[in-house]
T-cell receptor, first 113, second 112 residues
């Protein structure tokens, strides 16, 4: 079956611009996660959705970052006023329930010039 | 100090060697321990999943957890060039937060 998909695969933007990153989870998975992976580092948790609601957003670094999952399936990570330090690979994962194995997508590589 | 420490390597071994990868952690609340493999420009792929202490074997891979020492290991037997990747340890606690806490990752190369 289809895995987690993320679009775009690459995004280059200029400092100060707004970007949206999309995640399509595995069909039927109720839990969805966003992580950020900087070069040479492990993924760092950003936010966790159970259904439509954000159950844990403790990893969002500041109020420029926001994520939604309006229908409990596709999620969008939104970054306002991008900064060069936001450059990283943004990974999305989904799981059947909140305590189950997390399956990762290929990531979106964001570069802020 | 990071919650999970992992030597980033790089680690280079000849084909057929036994590889040992490990992580230490500081949070005694961690109960679930995982090893992910990540190929270049790909997402992490789950290799092993262990609850609490003990050993788990799957083919050429063995995961060990020693909660008393806060130390986990992954052993790869009969290593193959296709095992060349970055290996990430990850862990989470038993209740509340579902987030995974990852180590930095160890970059492994198996030389033919």
């Amino acid at each position: 079956g289809a895995g987690v998909s993320q679009t775009p695969s690459n995004k280059v933007t200029e400092k100060g611009k707004y970007v949206e990153l999309r995640c399509d989870p595995i069909s039927g998975h109720t839990a969805l996660y966003w992580y950020r992976q900087s070069l040479g580092q492990g993924p760092e948790f950003l936010i966790y959705f159970q259904g439509t609601g954000a159950a844990d957003d403790s990893g969002l670094p500041n109020d420029r970052f926001f994520a939604v999952r309006p229908e409990g399936s596709v999620s969008t990570l939104k970054i306002q006023r991008t900064e060069r330090g936001d450059s990283a690979v943004y990974l999305c994962a989904s799981s059947l329930g909140g305590s189950d194995t997390q399956y990762f997508g290929p990531g979106t590589r964001l570069t802020v010039l | 100090q990071k919650e999970v420490e992992q030597d980033p390597g790089p680690l280079s071994v000849p084909e057929g060697a036994i590889v040992s990868l490990n992580c230490t952690y500081s949070n005694s609340a961690f109960q679930y321990f995982m090893w992910y493999r990540q190929y270049s420009r790909k997402g992490p792929e789950l290799l092993m999943y262990t609850y609490s202490s003990g050993n788990k074997e799957d083919g050429r891979f063995t995961a060990q957890v020693d909660k008393s020492s806060k130390y986990i290991s992954l052993f790869i037997r009969d290593s193959q060039p296709s095992d060349s990747a970055t290996y990430l340890c990850a862990m989470r606690n038993i209740q509340g937060a579902q987030k995974l806490v990852f180590g930095q990752g160890t970059r492994l190369t198996i030389n033919p």
